[in-house]
């Protein structure tokens, strides 16, 4: 599996656990029967630490001690799970004393375990085919039967809680035989208590947007949500790495909040942040330890700046880091944000020569001047809160171009505002477009870096009167006189020529 980011399986499987009343039942084979007293009857206990993928952890099923049950689903086995083993034969005692039954006594040792002395005897770690093999384990004391506590208390890397505590009380019985050594049952050899411990996949890390908006202008601000499930390897190192792409950077205000369910934690005590030189950040839990097994959530918000990109997606990604284990992501990449812009070119309009130097403004739908940096590549990015020398009248460049970047998909109004010495104004200087941003989930743009760029004329003065203008009306009376001329001219040639 790609990783092992455990919670525990909501049931163990079930062992069906009787207590002899005094003394075992005959073994297979000869083997003597024993008196609780005894302390030299063993078995060995193997715990088979098993992974189910996420949700299709099966429900509780009984266990004879002997045989595998049959899951239905897929498993994958789980190496490096420490498993600590207690003696609470006087507590398990206790309890039967008071008139429980030994199903009652093993259900209130698995909830209230730490609340009573307990006695380590040994631990294992699960190696080879998942398995921590406890050998030699003890029937009685000599003056009770045993029982034992099994805590799982390390998990290995992607695992992040431990499993719910099992308690095996002796004797154990397969088809009326006690597990002991030397003895069978069925041709079953019962020197050996097999059990499966389950633990469910799930995933390390989660990085997701607050909402499902793809399209942003330069300054706005995005969500993201870090969904992290501390892992047992993470006793001294636990840090959360951010990674931006360039058009993304990290706002460390008091929208940054870490829990760990209902709790807040506190900067600069439960953790340390490190804002990074790519606009992302570094977060370090003081104490990794404590939260093993835990689930933290990051939430915080990213500003777009005047460097995004207006051709590709900004993608933010997210890595953890443990005691083992490196660059860590999630198996499903946060969705890439976008913004866009437009191109236009400025040109004379009898001879098609671009015009640098022209005068712009740029409105929203809601009439607001835009203001905008001129950037290396000659483009007007839209400015965010810490560009310095933002302006709201923007000028062609060479060539007559005229490049607005930074906007997110909406209606926007190029105003022609001043032109070159020797052109008019156009009587409808405002030029309405339309910016189109990770249209059907892509990132395409239209109009915008390339094809499609739109022209804007000017017309130099002279060429025709200004409409509206007087210089019209002396070319006409011109040529009414002309005319007028010319018809008397003609009716006296033509009396002359009847006389």
């Known amino acids: 599996m790609k990783r092992l980011v455990g919670i525990i399986a909501t049931a163990l499987l079930a062992l069906?656990?009787?207590?002899?009343?005094?003394?075992?039942?005959?073994?297979?084979?000869?083997?003597?029967?024993?008196?609780?007293?005894?302390?030299?009857?063993?078995?060995n206990i193997d715990l088979h630490k098993l992974v189910f993928e996420q949700g299709n952890t099966p429900d509780s099923m009984d266990n004879?001690?002997?045989n595998q049950p049959d899951f239905g689903v897929s498993y994958a086995i789980l190496n490096g799970a420490e498993f600590t083993r207690y003696d609470v034969s006087t507590e398990?005692?206790?309890?039967?004393?008071?008139?429980?039954?030994?199903?009652?006594?093993?259900?209130?040792?698995?909830?209230?375990?730490?609340?009573?002395?307990?006695?380590?005897?040994?631990?294992?770690?699960?190696?080879?085919?998942?398995i921590a093999s406890f050998k030699n384990v003890k029937l009685a004391d000599g003056t009770n039967f045993k029982a034992y506590l099994f805590v799982e208390?390390?998990?290995?890397?992607?695992?992040?809680?431990?499993?719910?505590?099992?308690?095996?009380?002796?004797?154990?019985?397969?088809?009326?035989?006690?597990?002991?050594?030397?003895?069978s049952a069925g041709e079953q050899d019962l020197s050996t208590i097999h059990l499966y411990p389950k633990n469910e996949e799930n995933e390390l890390v989660v990085k997701g947007k607050d909402d499902g908006i793809l399209s942003y202008s330069v300054g706005e601000k995005v969500g993201y949500t870090v969904?992290?499930?501390?892992?047992?390897?993470?006793?001294?190192?636990?840090?959360?790495?951010?990674?931006?792409?360039?058009g993304l950077q990290t706002l460390l205000d008091a929208n940054f909040v870490v829990t760990e369910g209902e709790t807040t934690l506190v900067r600069g005590t439960d953790y340390t942040i490190v804002l990074n030189a790519d606009g992302g950040y570094t977060l370090t839990l003081?104490?990794?330890?404590?939260?093993?097994?835990?689930?933290?959530?990051?939430?915080?918000?990213?500003?777009?700046?005047?460097?995004?990109?207006?051709?590709?997606?900004?993608?933010?990604?997210?890595?953890?880091?443990?005691?083992?284990?490196k660059n860590q992501e999630p198996d499903t990449p946060t969705p890439e944000v976008f913004t866009g812009g437009y191109n236009f070119i400025k040109q004379d309009a009898s001879s098609n020569n671009g015009m640098s130097g022209v005068k712009f403004q740029v409105k929203d739908s809601s009439g607001n001047s835009l203001s905008f940096v001129l950037t290396s590549a000659n483009e007007w990015a839209l400015a965010d809160d810490d560009d310095t020398g933002a302006v709201t009248t923007i000028e062609t460049q060479s060539g007559g171009k005229l490049a607005v970047t930074g906007l997110k998909t909406g209606d926007y109004t190029l105003i022609e505002t001043a032109t070159l010495e020797g052109y008019v104004l156009p009587d409808q200087p405002e030029t309405a477009f339309h910016v189109v941003t990770n249209e059907n989930g892509e990132g395409t743009y239209t109009t915008t870096k390339g094809e499609g760029t739109l022209v804007i004329t000017n017309v130099r003065k002279g060429v025709l009167p200004a409409t509206g203008g007087t210089g019209i009306y002396a070319f006409l009376a011109i040529?009414?006189?002309?005319?007028?001329?010319?018809?008397i001219w003609y009716k006296k040639s033509k009396e002359t020529a009847e006389v």
């Open 479 to 487: 040529g009414a006189a002309l005319m007028l001329g010319a018809v």
């Open 92 to 130: 398990y005692n206790r309890l039967l004393g008071e008139g429980k039954t030994a199903k009652q006594a093993v259900e209130s040792i698995q909830t209230n375990y730490t609340s009573f002395q307990t006695t380590v005897v040994d631990k294992q770690t699960t190696a080879g085919q998942g």
């Open 153 to 183: 208390t390390k998990v290995p890397s992607g695992v992040t809680e431990k499993a719910i505590p099992l308690v095996i009380a002796m004797p154990v019985y397969y088809a009326g035989v006690a597990f002991m050594q030397g003895n």
């Open 16 to 43: 069906p656990l009787f207590l002899s009343g005094g003394s075992f039942v005959q073994a297979d084979g000869g083997a003597t029967s024993a008196n609780p007293k005894s302390t030299e009857q063993m078995v």
């Open 227 to 246: 969904t992290v499930n501390v892992p047992g390897d993470a006793q001294t190192l636990f840090q959360v790495t951010d990674k931006p792409s360039i």
């Open 286 to 325: 003081t104490t990794p330890k404590n939260y093993v097994g835990k689930q933290l959530s990051i939430k915080y918000n990213m500003v777009v700046t005047s460097d995004a990109p207006v051709d590709q997606g900004m993608l933010n990604s997210v890595s953890v880091d443990t005691d083992t284990k």
């Open 64 to 66: 004879d001690g002997i």
